[in-house]
């Protein structure tokens, strides 16, 4: 993914924070292919929390927080909301004890000094980083550099340091620097790129299509497509003008080696695909596409080209909203009951009691499949999804 930062302190209407956000990522399309790197004072943060519209961004998008020492009671509360990760500025590593997850968490490193004492400094900082337990997994690191102080040569002179040094995955946070770095730099070390106001630039499209290699399969990348639970649907292949389309009109458009032209999935046959996420492998040489499939996808009438369609509980979560949305009540259950919530809440006692009382393994699985059939119901019927609750158990992963 491609990693935007923005600070929220650079915003000129307070009240107005997460709808700028919102709408500014979400209208241009920048929730397809990036990360949001989202920065401020502790006050400005705790504000942004309790906005509705950020919590709905943080559920549907990835977001992560730049953290000082103030808001570290705040931590549960961030994960709460559907904050991917939490990027902490590396001299808390004292008082990290863990109670977050190692998996939600980002080292931040910063450099301001002079060249020869930043090098100094690196040695140092990456020594510690390679001796510290905690540190030694793949917890990724962010190195951020005072563009003023720093050459663009200097820079990279100092990232192939840091590259030689430490296995953990590093991102580079440096600025405008970040422009005049030749593509091949740019596509080997993971670039942030930088928001100066509330509007991210405009050209993040044309930044995006130049980390990506397309040099090895003739101007063209493989693309494989899943579901929103995962499924494979099909191999495809993506050019520049292809992915550019894909981009701009939210929906699966690839390129036909074949027919030597692009072509929109769907447009003859509606089995149409709504993208919803673009994201790239370690070398930007391969692409993976989520979207939601309306039909099938492949030419054969199957569901995907690699076979049918997996069940899942997010796959009877979506078939009791269509029931509860569109049946009638006479023909289905799940409708009629669904009218009612104290009618759920009953079932829901009377299966658990069931689980509670189960004979063998087998009428074990039976009463917890009923059990979790009118739990999903009341989900439903309270706005929760299968993916809220699992964020939430990811949330209390030690």
């Known amino acids: 993914m491609l990693i935007t930062k923005l600070n929220l302190d650079r915003l000129n209407k307070e009240k107005k924070e997460a709808d700028l956000i919102g709408s500014e990522y979400e209208e241009r399309n920048w929730d397809l292919f990036t990360v949001l790197v989202i920065e401020g004072d ?3 943060i705790s504000r942004l929390i309790t906005k509705k519209n950020f919590q709905r961004l943080c559920k549907n998008h990835d977001i992560w927080i730049n953290v000082d020492e103030k808001l570290i009671d705040h931590f549960s509360e961030l994960l709460r909301c559907g904050v991917k990760k939490i990027v902490l500025p590396f001299h808390l590593k004292c008082r990290f004890n863990l109670e977050i997850p190692a998996s939600r968490v980002i080292w931040r490193v910063n450099y301001d000094n002079n060249f020869h004492s930043r ?3 690196i040695s140092a900082e990456v020594s510690e980083i390679i001796e510290t337990p ?21 820079l990279e002179h100092l990232l192939k340091s840091i590259k030689s040094s430490i296995k953990n995955p590093f991102y580079v946070d440096a600025g405008l620097l ?3 770095i030749d593509k091949r730099r740019f ?22 299509l130049n980390l990506l290699n397309f040099d090895k399969a003739g101007g063209l990348i493989p693309t494989i497509v899943r579901d929103t639970i995962g499924n494979i649907l099909m191999l495809a292949y993506s050019s520049k003008e292809s992915l550019k389309k894909a981009i701009k009109l939210r929906r699966g458009v690839y390129y036909s080696r074949s027919r030597q032209k692009l072509w929109i999935k769907g447009e003859s046959s509606e089995n ?13 040489d391969s692409l993976i596409f989520t979207v939601k499939q309306t039909n099938f996808a492949c030419h054969l009438g199957r569901y995907s080209c690699f076979g049918d369609e997996k069940f899942s509980i997010q796959s009877l979560y ?9 049946s009638s009540r006479e023909e289905s259950f799940t409708k009629r009951i669904s009218v009612n919530q104290s009618k ?18 087998e009428n074990l699985v039976w009463e917890i499949a009923d059990l979790s059939y009118f739990i999903l119901i009341l989900m439903f019927l309270n706005d929760i999804t299968p993916s809220d609750v699992l964020n939430e158990l990811w949330r209390r992963r030690k």
């Open 178 to 180: 970040s422009k005049e």
């Open 42 to 44: 502790s006050s400005s």
């Open 272 to 284: 149409t695909q709504e993208l919803l996420k673009i994201q790239f492998d370690c070398d930007k």
């Open 134 to 154: 905690y540190l030694n997994s793949m917890i990724p690191i962010i190195f951020q550099f005072c563009e003023e102080e720093i050459s663009h040569l200097e």
């Open 318 to 326: 979506e078939i009791i909203k269509d029931r509860v949305r569109n």
């Open 187 to 208: 596509r080997e070390f993971n670039f942030i790129i930088n928001s100066k106001n509330c509007v991210i630039d405009s050209n993040l499209d044309d930044t995006f």
């Open 344 to 361: 759920v809440l009953e079932k829901i006692k009377e299966e658990a009691i069931e689980v509670l009382n189960f004979i063998d393994r």
């Open 119 to 121: 090098i100094k400094k």
